[in-house]
């Protein structure tokens, strides 16, 4: 049943007070839902990491177990090494480890990690088994990669350096995660890869995103989210409806759990958590 599998959340390092009121009004309702934990993102080259940090202790404290995003471009092994000792010295026991993005005005200095795998095997050699690290999988491959083969090879090489656990990029075709979990199993690999989901509440925000991040919103969809124009209700109420469906889908076949990427916000993901009966 879906009550047994475990949720997890994302937050995002607010901007200023305002937003971080409103990330605890969110995190406090989401909490209902009973996530396994929660992760926040980060910024590379220094645009959000110390948000990163004090987003996790505000987490912290609100009871969550928190898990920090943290990315390699553009950054030592001095620096990682540092925050790692850090996160350790808070008792944080979950990181989730990426590449990141090389920030606009770095040029070409991508740091001395320039892949996730290289992150993940700096963590292991660092900190040995502290971290359960946290990994990205790509159903509809990642934007940057050459082939779906060289694609599976760069996750592979990711659990290879000591990755626990995988999180995908969100996608709204559940058979590209079922396609992605058997090539995956087929090389051998059997770590829990659980789907990311993004609730649905403004199309052109879910366009922008989908553009940036490789992640295909399927015509059908896609025509009737446009065809709802500015009606902002319809679109949540008919988001709600298509995520469950997704969410229980993936659930019903073997997914070890859904992880919600909520964007500071709680009423989409609650909506979708009440369908399933998670709260």
Known sequence: MSQKKAISLEFFPPRDIAAQEKLVRSAKQLLALHPSYVSVTFGAGGSTRSGTAETVRLLQNLGCDAAPH????????????????????????????????????????????????????????????????????????HPQASSAEADLEHFGNKVKAGANSA????????????????????KGIDIPIVPGIMPITNY??????????????????????????DDKASIRAFGVDVITKLSQDLLDNGAPGLHFYTLNNAEATMAVGQQLRLD
Do not use: K
């Open 70 to 141: 943290l990315s390699c471009i553009g950054s030592t092994r001095a620096v990682l090494a540092d925050i790692l000792d850090t996160y350790r010295q808070q008792g944080i026991r979950r990181i989730v480890a990426l590449r990141g993005d090389l920030p606009s005005g770095m040029g070409g200095d991508q740091g001395e990690l320039h892949y996730a795998s290289d992150l993940v095997a700096f963590i292991r050699q660092h900190s040995g088994d502290w971290f359960h690290i946290e990994v990205a999988g790509y159903p509809e491959m």
């Open 167 to 186: 999180i995908t990029q969100y996608f709204f075709n559940a058979d590209a995660y079922f396609d992605f979990v058997g090539r995956v199993r087929a």
């Open 204 to 229: 052109a925000q879910l366009a922008r995103f989908s553009n940036m991040c490789g992640a295909e919103i399927p015509r059908w969809l896609r025509l009737r989210l446009v065809d709802y124009g």
